[in-house]
Nanobody
Framework: QVQLVESGGGLVQAGDSLRLSCVFFGDTFSLYVMGWFRQAPGKERELVAQITPGSSTYEADSVKGRFTLSRDHSKSTVYLQMNSLKPEDTATYYC????????????WGQGTQVTVSS
């Protein structure tokens, strides 16, 4: 059973940086697309960024140029580097994994809170 363990959230000021980490357990990491989603109170969950096993990335327009997603296969870990944070980035951030044979994200982490004060 795949498990995802996130860390790195916190309370920061606008303009600061944070790095979120997600450690993958329970299967072959290189078979999965990894993604970060976020959900703010009263809003729908949205895809922030995702990375393929070959490290091709997608970032949402709202974070492009500020957030960078990377993965370390030796550590089965995916990182979301978040720079120039804005108050509108405040949300619970979730790591997710999608098997390469699947059409949806199969597994989800417990979430980590990111709060950006103005």
């Amino acid at each position: 059973q795949v498990q995802l363990v996130e860390s790195g959230g916190g309370l920061v000021q606008a303009g600061d940086s944070l790095r979120l980490s997600c450690v993958f357990f329970g299967d072959t990491f290189s078979l999965y697309v990894m993604g970060w989603f976020r959900q703010a109170p009263g809003k729908e969950r949205e895809l922030v960024a995702q990375i393929t096993p070959g490290s091709s990335t997608y970032e949402a327009d709202s974070v492009k140029g500020r957030f960078t997603l990377s993965r370390d296969h030796s550590k089965s870990t995916v990182y979301l580097q978040m720079n120039s944070l804005k108050p509108e980035d405040t949300a619970t951030y979730y790591c997710a994994a999608q098997h390469r044979s699947a059409s949806i994200y199969n597994y989800w982490g417990q979430g980590t809170q990111v709060t950006v004060s103005s």
